[in-house]
């Protein structure tokens, strides 16, 4: 079963651009997560979206978006960009049911760097 | 506020021996735990979960102890080895739907 995959990998932007970042979770996988990582700042929630809905949010600004389609598939945006958006983005997907979102699965990340 | 805390960045160890890795928590609706391992340019890996009704939890060498009255848990690792060398974070959630809150992980060097 392939894993989670994520694009691209590495982007380069410069500040005042907008970007959008994709995610194609593990097949038969309905919850998607998003995190952002920065040095020494671990692991911070941005948002998780299940069955095309967003169920969770966490504490990001409104310049922070995102959206699930119909085959589980993700995307997340990032408007008017800043240079403390330089991170690593992880998505992460889990079958989200029952089972809530313990077992998640990470993807190998898109590395952001705002210019 | 963190509520997950590795208040160890960095850790060495010898190979063969023990590494403890250690991670404190204040939501004390927590009720599940987990241990991701990270190695650079990829994704974190789960490594082994703990469930609040247990105390402690044994996978091969990886071992995570809870002890819910301190709020605190850590992992252990027996005989660790190089290839242990990799950022582990610590992660808790109250079970079902709710995100996991990570900590800001533990740099943990395996020195031959």
């Known amino acids: 079963k392939a894993g989670v995959t994520q694009t691209p990998r590495y982007l380069i932007k410069t500040r005042g651009q907008q970007v959008t970042l994709s995610c194609s979770p593990i097949?038969?996988?309905?919850?998607v997560s998003w995190y952002q990582q920065t040095p020494g700042q671990g692991l911070q929630f941005l948002f998780e979206?299940?069955?095309?809905?967003?169920?969770n949010k966490g504490n990001f600004p409104g310049r922070f978006s995102g959206r699930q389609f119909s085959n589980s598939r993700s995307e997340m945006n990032v408007s008017t960009l800043e240079l403390g958006d330089s991170a690593l983005y992880l998505c992460?997907?889990?079958?989200?049911?029952?089972?809530?979102?313990?077992?998640?699965?990470f993807g190998p990340g898109t590395r952001l760097t705002v210019l | 506020d963190q509520q997950v805390k590795q208040n160890s960045p960095s850790l060495s160890v010898q190979e063969g021996r023990i590494s403890i890795l250690n991670c404190d928590y204040t939501?004390?609706?927590?009720?599940?735990f987990l241990w991701y391992k990270k190695y650079p340019a990829e994704g974190p890996t789960f490594l082994i979960s703990?469930?609040?009704?247990?105390d402690k939890n044994e996978d091969g060498r990886f071992t995570v102890f809870l002890n819910k009255s301190a709020k605190h848990l850590s992992l252990h690792i027996v005989p660790s080895q190089p290839g242990d060398s990799a950022v582990y974070f610590c992660?808790?959630?109250?079970?079902?739907?709710?995100?996991?809150?990570f900590g800001k992980g533990t740099r943990l060097s395996v020195i031959a």
């Open positions: 992460a997907s889990s079958l989200g049911g029952g089972q809530g979102l313990s077992e998640q699965f």
């Open positions: 097949s038969g996988h309905r919850s």
């Open positions: 979206y299940f069955s095309e809905t967003q169920r």
């Open positions: 939501n004390s609706m927590f009720d599940y």
């Open positions: 703990i469930s609040s009704i247990k």
């Open positions: 992660a808790a959630h109250h079970s079902g739907n709710t995100p996991l809150v």
